[in-house]
């Protein structure tokens, strides 16, 4: 019998291992199935050499809870370890491991506050457990021998020669007191399912009932109930297979196997499969972004070789993918790190790059293929490839050529090079600039939509709460592009022409015009112009100008350095068109008080027309209308 002290500077980890790790106790199963799955892989791999040449067997790795005696045994028929192994493995790798962690975050955690995912590997078992066992038989060692190693949570330990019958590990958790609800058996099925439901290995824990009918073909069904083996894993996921051995029908069940509880369909997939410069598979889904719908961004599963590591991928998939739903795996994402670690790593910095390389190249093989299905999936992604651009340079450069706009007028989509062709010089203003129409909401401008379109323009349909950003990236990254939305001023000012109209009043006509309009309205955050435009355009328009309303949104959606923005007092120009034939009434009315109502009534159909007018301005607009008709 040999005992000894595990050597270690601070006292007693294990403690502070129970204190520190709270409410991330479920993690020991996590490392300790890993461990195990290691160990028979590295079997696999010895027998696949030749280096091992005997049986194999029944691999499975089992988790029995025993409730009387207050145990959780996990069962390997992995490599196993020796004397000499345990030795080094366990009370020299292993402990110094969990010291360093210790070192490391001792005094750096608060009361409560968790730091998100990290290993402490075999000795994370002492987080539950009073006492562990581990009985071991190396693969190398003959039939007669085992090593057999016990530790209470102090630095001793002892080590011991044991006879075990089968080649593996046996790892016995004898559970603390405080940590009984892991010996429920549901519970442990649970967490399970949570981290070991893809692992490569056949993972098995109790038992389930199994119905089979046992009459022949034809006759009455005969039920038998059979208690087999209750596998977690029994499929190997989707992910680890090559894309030509699944169907779009494997990936929707995949989908689904995930995502139980969603029942709308993912609109398409990206199967990722690289392993060099470094390893990454995985299967990103698309799903149908409504505007404004609460996005969720933890659907995106993070795995190491098959072990579930976290489903908060911050940092490790670009930002603006967070919304995408799927598993990503990499053996090169360390396992056992903090957050900010995770971030500065460069091997994570090269997959979230791959990862934006690879959505832009299927959205563009996508567009290539069938452009018609592509236009129809991007209605309902727009929004993420509105924040990719804004936010990801390499991502704006290659959506710039898949990325559409959509026309109000007839509906068709074109490309963004695409659109400028078609606007071509009809909506080309005399600086030579082109100008983008856009509508936030057709519904709410259909009646500006409908001038434009008489005039021979189109609108295009920017309605996302990012829409502001983009426009500011395009007009930065395109020459002479400009766009305006289709109800922020009179169609003539919104793309100036050579050749100004010619006034049909006079200067000083001009002048009084105006003054009666300010003295009606007598509000100083509206201001008065006038302009000379066609006799069929609008009488007047309350807008408000492009710019500030553009910067009063973006600082709405945050960033863009536009903060406190959205806190500015709404300013408003009033436009007359001199030129309409009420501007000529308003000048000759007699009697003041009717010139006061026909610029009021007309300045309330403006704001009524730009979804302006409501409250005590509304009612006042209904009864002075109904004055009129009596
Ligand atoms: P890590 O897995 O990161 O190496 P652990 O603390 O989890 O750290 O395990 C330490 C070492 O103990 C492993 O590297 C392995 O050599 C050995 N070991 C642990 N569990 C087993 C097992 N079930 N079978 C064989 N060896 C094991
Ligand atoms: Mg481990």
Same mark, same amino acid.
């Given at each position: 019998m040999a005992t000894g002290k595990i &050597?270690? !500077?601070? *006292? &007693? %980890?294990f403690p502070i291992i129970k204190k520190f790790l709270y409410s991330d106790h479920e993690i020991f199963l996590r490392e300790l199935i890993s461990n195990a799955v290691d160990a028979t892989n590295k079997l696999k791999t010895l027998s696949n050499l030749g280096e091992f040449s005997g049986e194999l067997g029944d691999l499975s790795i089992h988790v029995d809870v025993d409730k009387k005696k207050k145990t959780i045994t996990i069962r390997d028929r992995g490599v196993g370890m020796s004397s000499d192994e345990i030795n080094k493995y366990i009370n020299e790798v292993a402990f110094s491991g969990a010291t360093e962690f210790v070192k490391t975050y001792e005094g750096k955690i608060d009361k409560g506050a968790m730091i998100g995912h990290f290993g402490l590997g075999f000795y994370s078992s002492f987080m539950i457990s009073t006492k562990v066992e581990i009985h071991s038989r190396s693969w190398k060692m003959p039939e007669a021998e085992g090593a057999f190693w016990s530790c209470d949570g102090s630095p001793e330990y002892s080590l011991v020669s044991k006879k075990k019958k089968d080649r593996g590990t046996h790892i016995i958790l004898h559970v603390d007191g405080d940590s009984e609800e892991f010996l429920e058996e549901f519970k442990i099925n649970e967490l399970l399912k949570k981290y070991a439901r893809f692992m490569s290995v056949p993972i098995v824990c109790g038992e389930k009932d199994e119905r089979n009918n046992l009459a022949p073909e034809g006759e009455e069904a005969k039920w038998e109930t059979q208690k087999v083996p209750n596998v977690i894993n029994p499929d190997s996921p989707a992910w680890t297979k090559k894309p030509s051995e699944l169907s779009d029908e494997d990936y929707k069940a995949f989908y689904k196997a995930l995502y139980p509880y969603t029942f709308e369909e993912p609109l398409f997939h990206i199967h990722m499969n690289v392993d060099y410069p470094f390893d990454l598979t995985g299967i990103l889904f698309f799903p149908k972004i409504k505007p404004n719908m609460e996005l969720n961004k933890n659907k995106i599963q993070l795995y190491q070789s098959q072990v579930f590591v976290t489903d908060n991928v911050e940092g490790i998939v670009p930002d603006f993918l967070m919304m995408l739903h799927g598993v990503i795996d990499s053996r090169d994402i360390p396992l056992n790190v903090s957050r900010s670690y995770l971030q500065a790593d460069s091997n994570v910095k090269k997959i979230s790059g791959h990862i934006t390389k690879k959505v832009a190249d299927k959205l563009e093989e996508m567009l290539k293929n069938d452009r018609n299905d592509f236009e129809q999936k991007l209605k309902d992604i727009a929004v993420i490839i509105e924040y990719g651009m804004v936010t990801d340079e390499k991502f704006f450069e290659r959506a710039l050529k898949f990325n559409m706009l959509r026309s109000a007028v007839d509906e068709s989509a074109s490309t963004i090079d695409e659109y400028l062709d078609k606007i071509? $010089?009809?909506? $080309?203003d005399k600086e030579g600039q082109r100008v983008v129409l856009y509508t936030s909401n057709a519904e709410a401008q259909h009646s500006y939509i409908q001038k434009a379109k008489a005039e021979g323009y189109d609108v295009v349909v920017l *309605? !996302?709460? %990012?829409a502001g950003h983009w426009i500011q990236k395009i007009e930065g990254a395109k020459e002479k592009v400009r766009f305006a939305r289709v109800d922020s001023d009179m169609l003539d000012k919104l793309i100036p022409k050579d050749g100004d109209r010619s006034h049909l009043l006079t200067e000083s006509e001009q002048e009084s015009l105006k003054g009666y309009v300010e003295s009606a309205i007598n509000d100083k955050n509206y201001s008065v112009r006038i302009e000379a435009l066609a006799s069929d355009d609008m009488p007047m328009m309350v807008v408000m100008p492009e710019f500030m309303r553009r910067m009063k949104e973006m600082s709405a959606s945050g960033g863009g350095g536009f903060m406190g923005m959205a806190d500015f007092p709404d300013h408003y120009d009033v436009v007359v068109n001199g030129n309409h034939p009420l501007a000529g009434k308003i000048l000759k009315a007699e009697e003041p008080a009717d010139r006061e109502q026909l610029v009021l009534q007309a300045k309330d159909l403006a704001l009524l027309q730009q979804g302006l007018l409501t409250g005590e301005r509304l009612t006042a607009f209904v009864s002075r209308s109904l004055d009129r008709l009596v």
């Open positions: &050597n270690v !500077s601070a *006292d &007693n %980890i071509g $010089t009809l909506q $080309t *309605d !996302s709460p %990012i």
